[in-house]
């Protein structure tokens, strides 16, 4: 799943751009955010970090901006089923 959403893959996502572009920052979101609480501990989260910034180029999203996509996905599935 990985690496479809950042772009290492030699397959593509369904859906529309916006979708997948949306799927590729929230990935990327988590794993920065997973790096940032467990990357000391755990060394292979840390070069897999590193790897996808320098090596591979992802660009990971601003903070405030992957947090403003995860409240509106939540507010979109809690509109779509109001009793979850």
Not at 24 to 48: C, D, H, M, P, Y
Not at 75 to 82: E, G, M, Q, S
Request: charged residues 25%; negative net charge.
């Amino acid at each position: 799943m990985l690496d479809l959403t950042v772009g290492s893959s030699r397959y593509k996502l369904s859906g529309s751009l916006e979708e997948t572009e949306d799927l590729k920052a929230t990935s990327l979101g988590f794993l920065e955010e997973w790096n940032e609480t467990f990357g000391e501990q755990n060394i292979e989260l840390r070069v897999a970090y590193r790897h996808l910034k320098d090596v591979v180029g992802a660009s990971f999203p601003n903070r405030q901006v992957h947090c403003t996509y995860i409240l509106k996905y939540i507010d979109a599935i809690n509109h779509t089923h109001p009793h979850m």
